[in-house]
């Protein structure tokens, strides 16, 4: 059975936090698939997971037309951008078992578009907007690792 949890997030500051509060929990190898429609705010929290991890989080941008944008910081990321790929092959093509084997986090935009090529364990985060600035993310872990990271969220969330 999976850990999942549910973040509610009011506005881009409370984005950034969360951004930050998760970075807080990566690990070297750590592979996240974001899931969301067009302006869901993907990039927006991937900054923010970059920022958390020691990356100049002004530099990242959507890696929708170089594909990969590599960022180096405490944890080096790995921002990948899969929605202009022709199929899954050519996300393989990209190296992208390399990058799942090193010692960086790869967060993954348009994860749904990959879905069979993604490590068996690996963090899912579906983000759904739920007004102009706020957003709901159903967090999903895919193993045990990724299952402790969940908890940890779980536990960290203020409860109203």
Do not use: N, Q
């Not at 578009?113 to 102009?132: D, K, M, N, Q, Y």
């Amino acid at each position: 059975m999976a850990d999942i949890v549910t973040v509610v997030i009011s506005d881009l500051a409370a984005t950034a936090e969360f951004g930050h509060r998760l970075a807080g929990l990566m690990f070297p190898g750590a592979v996240v698939a974001l899931i969301g429609p067009l302006g869901a705010g993907k990039t927006h929290l991937v900054r923010a997971i970059a920022d958390g991890l020691g990356c100049d989080g002004r530099r990242v941008s959507s890696p929708t037309f170089a594909l990969v944008h590599e960022y180096p910081g405490r944890i080096p990321v790995y921002h990948f951008d899969t929605y202009r790929l022709p199929d899954e092959a050519a996300f393989v093509d990209l190296g992208v078992d390399e990058y799942f084997a090193g010692e960086g986090v790869c967060l993954i935009e348009w994860a749904d578009r990959v879905e069979s090529v993604l490590p068996a364990e690996h963090l899912r985060i579906t983000i759904t907007p739920t007004g102009e600035t706020s957003r709901r993310f159903d967090i999903e872990a895919r193993g045990e690792r990724y299952g402790a990271m969940v908890r940890a969220l779980d536990l960290s969330e203020p409860r109203p």
